[in-house]
């Protein structure tokens, strides 16, 4: 479980978007209005984009609200944070574990926010659930920074809650809890949540304008903690975050990133002033201008046959870049090159790939061969996302799925009792609709094996790109 290194990318597409921004046409306007009338379509991406939101509400901790549609799930973690006096009850279990983990927690929310940033204009009913499924993860972040110049970053220690095999109903391991301030920071996670808070700001702008105050004021906050106290919070917390979510690349992409997105909500010139000195100091980017470069080499980098193509895929097409979660490439990029291509459409603009002119439209049918990959045209003709499609995986690495429901067996499963179900060949009997797993191996290969975490666990940042992507095809072919 680590967070894929396409950070960079994302923050460089996402300055192109808010930094140009003078080039850019409204969201719900004529960058949606390439398309003549709705072509036939091989999948029903409405369906998948409901489920792709749905699964959120399989991840939830907390008290769970009468409205939960995931109805085998049971309200959790209702003393998180009192070992430490603070209330941390809610957000996000990341993955097929029972640990809270701020880092990927605030990276999903800010991926959720900006699928909708670009494409919520396109979601009709599924905008208000795309919401809520953002204010579950910021309400958490909320309580998480209420405390200044601190950030509460991880409720539960991983070793030893991956050590039982447990619904997290039931968990009893120690819910120990983390956090970052003036004294061991974290500019890396600090970043990210100060983003999160700043992109779901404004998502809430309209619908809930008190709300967005809220969460700006915040993000702003954060963000000064984030830059004044730099340092990357895997120092500190080293034998608690890592393997899980280790710092590898350091904290300087993800006060950029912050950067962007307050910049985005603030419109503020000292956050693209921030980005144009730091840049250089951080990013080696010596101006603006040269994040359109930078940008385009990553597009040229996926493009097949381009000079500078040097991306791996599967035999059957997939992208591939690692062994371990693969998926969380595969819908970042998918997602980066649909907002991509709304940039270029937008702004009149194209790639030059070394000679090869790369169209907008050449960028949306890369991602859209992605997508239709992971929901079954592979040479499995498996769905990687649970619950779409007449064959997708039935043992996913995930505890709450694999253990029988608080309804089916109310007596509680001790933490060693589960492995014999874990190791089991048996079907997991809740489905978590909408959860896209790790994925298939370098060859196509997918054993659907509950033990293997790295091909058969979901998380909760390879669903939120996969979000944007998907509203945006059910709209390009008429099914919203």
């Known amino acids: 479980m680590a967070i894929s290194s396409s950070r960079s990318t994302l923050l460089v597409i996402l300055l192109l978007l808010t930094t140009?921004?003078?080039?850019l046409l409204p969201s719900s306007h004529g960058a949606h209005n390439h398309r003549g009338r709705p072509r036939t379509a091989s999948h029903n991406y409405r369906d998948a984009l409901?489920?792709?939101?749905?699964?959120?509400?399989?991840?939830?901790?907390?008290?769970l609200p009468p409205n939960q549609r995931m109805s085998w799930r049971r309200d959790s973690g209702l003393t998180d944070g009192s070992a430490m006096n603070v209330d941390l009850v809610g957000g996000y279990y990341d993955a097929g574990d029972n640990v809270k983990f701020?880092?990927?927690?605030?990276?999903?929310?800010?991926?959720?926010?900006?699928?909708?940033?670009?494409?919520?204009?396109?979601?009709?009913?599924?905008l208000q659930n795309a919401r809520e499924a953002i204010r579950w993860g910021t309400d958490y972040l909320l309580k998480a920074t209420s405390h200044p110049d601190t950030i509460f970053v991880q409720v539960g220690d991983a070793k030893k809650d991956h050590a039982c095999w447990e619904?997290?109903?039931d968990m009893d391991t120690p819910r120990s809890v983390y956090k970052v301030d003036k004294n061991s920071p974290g500019s890396d996670v600090a970043g990210e949540t100060a983003a999160a808070l700043a992109a779901a700001s404004l998502v809430f702008r309209r619908s809930d304008p008190n709300y967005s105050k809220v969460l700006l004021k915040r993000a702003i906050r954060v963000f000064q903690f984030a830059d004044k106290y730099r340092g990357p919070y895997s120092n500190g917390l080293k034998s608690v975050v890592c393997p899980f979510y280790c710092s590898y690349s350091g904290y300087q992409d993800e006060l950029l990133w912050?950067?962007?997105w307050l910049h985005r909500a603030t419109k503020n010139p000292t956050y693209l002033n921030y980005i144009q000195v730091n840049g250089q100091i951080l990013g080696r980017v010596q101006s603006l201008h040269d994040y359109k470069g930078h940008a385009d080499n990553f597009i040229c980098s996926l493009i097949p046959g381009a000079p500078s193509s040097s991306t791996q895929s599967t035999p059957g097409g997939l992208l591939f870049?690692?062994?371990?979660?693969?998926m969380q490439y595969v819908t970042s990029t998918s997602f980066l090159l649909l907002a991509y291509a709304k940039y270029l459409t937008s702004a009149r603009k194209f790639v030059n790939c070394g000679g090869t002119i790369v169209t907008p439209k050449r960028l949306r049918s890369l991602a859209k061969k992605q997508v239709d990959y992971i929901l079954g045209d592979n040479p499995l003709r498996m769905s990687y996302m649970v619950g779409y499609g007449p064959r997708y995986p039935q043992r996913i690495h995930h505890r709450g799925s694999s253990l029988p429901s608080k309804a089916a067996h109310p007596a509680k499963i001790e933490c060693s009792a589960g492995f014999g179900i874990m190791n089991s060949g048996s079907p997991n009997p809740n489905v978590l609709v909408g959860a896209v797993v790790g994925g298939p191996d370098s060859r196509d290969r997918f054993p659907d094996q509950r033990s293997d975490y790295e091909q058969s666990e979901p998380s909760t940042y390879m669903n939120a790109p996969l979000v944007g992507s998907l509203a945006y095809l059910a709209h390009s072919f008429g099914q919203l």
């Open 50 to 63: 409901t489920k792709s939101i749905l699964f959120f509400e399989g991840q939830r901790s907390g008290k």
């Open 102 to 126: 701020g880092f990927p927690m605030a990276f999903t929310a800010t991926m959720l926010s900006w699928s909708v940033l670009e494409f919520g204009g396109l979601m009709k009913g599924e």
């Open 321 to 326: 870049k690692m062994s371990d979660d693969n």
């Open 167 to 169: 619904r997290p109903e």
């Open 20 to 23: 140009f921004a003078a080039f």
């Open 258 to 260: 912050g950067a962007a």
